[in-house]
């Protein structure tokens, strides 16, 4: 069973930046996928990016242009670089790792995410 370990959330103004970082206690090397989503108050859960084996990214259109996902393999991490952050940002944000592709994948406990003033 694999674990995946969020971190990296907080409070931040409008307009600031954070960097969520997710490790995984296993290899991320050759994996399918790896992804962030998110979950706002009420709301369901949506993927908002994704890197996949052989170095192709997807972001959610709401992500484009602000947010970045990448790998650092030998620590086992994925990373979300969030910048220009909104207050429609705000959610709990969950890493995801795919092992293959129609796996159901393994979740990570959620590290909040706030934007305010």
């Known amino acids: 069973q694999d674990q995946l370990v969020e971190s990296g959330g907080g409070l931040v103004q409008p307009g600031g930046s954070l960097r969520l970082s997710c490790t995984a206690s296993?290899?991320?090397?050759?994996?399918?996928?790896m992804g962030w989503y998110r979950q706002a108050p009420g709301k369901q859960r949506e993927l908002v990016a994704s890197?996949?084996?052989?170095?192709?990214?997807q972001y959610a259109d709401s992500a484009k242009g602000r947010f970045t996902i990448s790998r650092d393999n030998a620590k086992n991490t994925v990373y979300l670089q969030m910048n220009s952050l909104k207050p429609e940002d705000t959610a709990v944000y969950y890493c995801?790792?795919?092992?293959?592709?129609?796996?159901?994948?393994?979740w990570g406990q959620g590290t909040q995410v706030t934007v305010s003033s």
């Open positions: 890197s996949f084996r052989g170095g192709a990214t």
């Open positions: 296993g290899s991320i090397v050759g994996v399918f996928a």
């Open positions: 995801k790792k795919w092992r293959y592709y129609a796996d159901s994948g393994f």
